[in-house]
């Protein structure tokens, strides 16, 4: 069974940056599409970055320029590195992981991450 586990969140100051990590394990010879959610507070889950099985990027207007996501370890880790934090970006951050790339962006099925606190302060 595919399993995601995040790691990297934290509490810094506006202006800084974090670089997350997600660790996919059980994939075996499986090809995933890999990206970023978050939840903000009292916010429901929107789409951060994502990078596909082609290598393409995509990103969120709110990430564009200063996140950038990759994947390392023949896909088995994903790093999302965020610059220039903005206290709007305080949330919960979900690794995801999906066969399709319809799965992946409309966030049905497949695999998630339990989270990663990130948390940006003035």
């Known amino acids: 069974q595919v399993r995601l586990i995040e790691s990297g969140g934290g509490s810094v100051q506006a202006g800084g940056a974090l670089r997350l990590s997600c660790v996919i394990s059980?994939?075996?010879?499986?090809?995933?599409?890999v990206g970023w959610f978050r939840q903000r507070p009292s916010k429901e889950r929107e789409f951060v970055a994502a990078?596909?099985?082609?290598?393409?990027?995509f990103y969120a207007d709110s990430a564009e320029g200063r996140f950038a996501v990759s994947k390392r370890s023949a896909g088995d880790l994903v790093i999302l590195q965020m610059n220039d934090l903005k206290p709007e970006d305080t949330a919960s951050y979900f690794c995801?992981?999906?066969?399709?790339?319809?799965?992946?962006?409309?966030?049905?099925?497949?695999?998630w991450g339990q989270g990663t606190q990130v948390t940006v302060f003035s």
């Open positions: 990078e596909f099985i082609n290598g393409n990027t």
């Open positions: 995801r992981a999906a066969r399709s790339s319809q799965a992946l962006m409309s966030q049905q099925g497949d695999y």
């Open positions: 059980g994939r075996g010879d499986m090809k995933l599409h």
